[in-house]
């Protein structure tokens, strides 16, 4: 065999690869078997994550993987071949495998020079000796190789950027103006909406000559409530519901996200489905530097923010099979480019960071996180009186972990929910476990009713840069002998929050740890003139204090509710 690749990295670290193999003579080669292996450290590919289509109920896998078992601890056949859409074999997109620390990312929008088959996986998973090894199975069994074959596939590693500093705080998704006064025209009579522009990124008329007054006025409100708020919250002043200075956008379907039918008629075939091929991206990065520029626009919210696969030949991502039927292919590659692009626009207008955010609900397109600020989640399942289960046990602890940890692509995960109970007393329980359960994953200001950071914690100096979080999958610190009680910590030199919460549905529990004040430097040195403080900076009034029982090195949080926590500060004075 005779194999050539060609390829590039860019700036976050991906690294794209055209792989052709072919016959290195004129005769062709019988094959039983041809692969690409990528050998992990087992201490870093603790989590799965493989992303079909289909948005909030896409096909997926996010899990933790199996710590003793050897052999195949995961293939896309478990994930499934119908969420694959595959006509022929089970190709998905994507695999992440990694931790909150680092991990690698796979990804391709096609299986395109692959040899597919249904029975055998196209990705599978495997402990080998102490190497977790991600395979992708480019012909799984016996093939004649008469010609040459070319695939394309990426990897990087992850987190694929930095955390910004204040982000805690300051970055977040929202979305909230797919209406407003910048998205339709109303009768001055009769109040009817008579220009509805939801989803267009223009102003709302079908005249383009119109945009350009239209957007001054705006940019008149933009700037003055960017003046007034953003010296005391810039996250606030560019997020607000119903302003000028967000807009919020469907990426896929809806309808193109412009009036003017000269333009998007004769794209049409070549847009299908938005597909975000070049011409696609330039024309609405034409219309984004107006709209930055000339309408004083600061945020974009993406809603519906994964992959799509296409069947539509003309977009150039599926591909026809020896039989005849086409293969789909998705459009991350394109999505990717697309954000890229829109940030590095966004950037030149001076409104990065923060200024990209978005809506997915299990399945984020990964290929493109490095250019999303947030992403928010939380839109799958509803909750009335009648649930039986509330918001907590829709995201269990391995989705949370594999999916949807901040430090695990460097991209800040806000959330949303669907409660709707109106029995107050199972509300506001409800309402506990949504807003205090994602902090344990460093989840802390978004667009579902909590869109700050507690006071208390703000002043405890969570914003801080230096701040180490440590989740309670990793927690040396402390330990508790009930498995139900979750810890995570922030911790600085001289103080440490703790987010402790129970996690059992149906029991209250009194929490009795233990935590080490040696290791987290909160010992008094100077014993006249030094001393340790304990409070609550966030519990609900009736509940009792935390107390922490000094020389036993013992925390003593009593009554957690089920599916509820609080945050409690501890410092050296």
């Not at 690409?36 to 289909?54: I, K, T, W």
């Not at 196209?122 to 480019?138: P, S, Y």
């Not at 039927?325 to 480019?337: A, D, E």
């Not at 129970?502 to 209250?508: C, G």
């Amino acid at each position: 065999l005779l194999f050539k690749s060609s390829g590039w990295v860019e700036q976050d670290g991906l690294t794209y690869l055209e792989l052709t193999y072919q016959p290195a003579t004129a005769k062709p080669v019988p094959l039983e078997k041809l692969s690409l292996e990528f050998p992990l450290s087992p201490e870093e590919a603790e989590c799965l994550v493989c992303l079909g289509s289909g948005g909030n109920y896409a096909s997926r896998t996010t899990m933790i993987l199996p710590g003793e078992k050897t052999g195949t601890l995961w293939t896309t056949l478990d994930t499934g071949k119908n969420g694959s859409r595959m006509v022929l074999g089970n190709f998905y997109p994507c695999v992440w495998l990694g931790n909150e620390q680092r991990g690698l990312l796979w990804w391709a929008d096609s299986d395109r020079g692959w040899v597919p088959q249904d029975g055998i996986p196209a990705h599978e998973v495997t402990r080998e000796g102490n190497e977790i090894v991600l395979r992708n199975n480019i012909i799984g069994s016996g093939f004649l190789l008469e010609k040459p074959r070319t695939i394309i596939f990426s990897y990087m590693a992850s987190p694929f950027r930095p955390l910004v500093k204040g982000w805690r705080a300051s970055i977040w998704s929202a979305d909230g103006t797919f209406e407003g006064p910048n998205k339709e025209v109303r009768d001055p009579r009769t109040k009817e909406k008579i220009v509805d522009g939801w989803n267009w990124l223009t102003p709302p008329s079908r005249d383009p000559q119109e945009w350009g007054k239209l957007w001054a006025s705006y940019k008149k409100i933009a700037d003055e409530r960017i003046r007034k708020l953003q010296p005391f919250d810039p996250s606030g002043a560019r997020n607000g519901y119903g302003s000028t200075v967000h807009t919020s956008l469907p990426l896929h379907g809806y309808g193109w996200k412009s009036p003017d039918e000269s333009v998007t008629n004769y794209f049409a075939p070549d847009w299908e489905g938005d597909s975000w091929n070049k011409t696609e991206q330039d024309y609405f990065l034409w219309i984004a530097h107006r709209a930055f520029g000339e309408g004083g626009l600061r945020t974009i919210y993406w809603d519906i923010f994964f992959v799509t696969d296409f069947t539509a030949l003309q977009t150039g991502l599926p591909y026809l099979l020896p039989d005849g039927r086409i293969q789909p292919g998705f459009n991350g590659f394109n999505l990717r480019r697309f954000m890229m692009r829109l940030y590095s626009l966004m950037e030149k207008h001076g409104l990065t960071p923060g200024s990209q955010v978005s809506h997915a609900t299990n399945c984020y397109c990964l290929v493109a996180c490095p250019w999303m600020d947030a992403i928010l989640d939380g839109e799958y399942h509803a909750i009335t009186d009648d649930s039986g289960m509330d918001w907590v046990d829709g995201y269990p602890i391995e989705r949370m972990r594999a999916l949807s940890v901040a430090h695990n692509f460097g991209t800040v995960i806000s959330w949303m929910n669907l409660i709707s109970i109106k029995d107050p007393i199972k509300k506001a329980l409800a309402w506990r476990g949504f807003v205090d359960y994602p902090r344990l994953y460093d989840s802390w200001a978004g667009g579902g009713g909590y869109q700050r950071l507690p006071e208390p914690v703000l002043d405890w100096g969570i914003n801080d840069e230096k701040v180490i979080f440590i989740p309670f999958w990793r927690n040396p610190y402390v330990s508790c002998q009930d498995k139900d009680i979750l810890v995570s910590l922030w911790k600085l030199p001289d103080r440490v929050a703790l987010m402790v919460f129970n996690y059992n549905r149906e029991k209250t529990k009194d929490a009795v740890f233990t935590i080490d004040l040696d290791k987290l430097n909160l010992v008094p040195r100077l014993p006249w003139q030094e001393f340790i403080g304990v409070r609550d900076l966030v519990k609900d009034p009736k509940e009792p204090a935390t107390k922490l029982l000094y020389y036993e090195r013992t925390l003593q949080v009593p009554a957690l509710l089920p599916h509820t926590g609080r945050i409690i500060g501890l410092r050296r004075y």
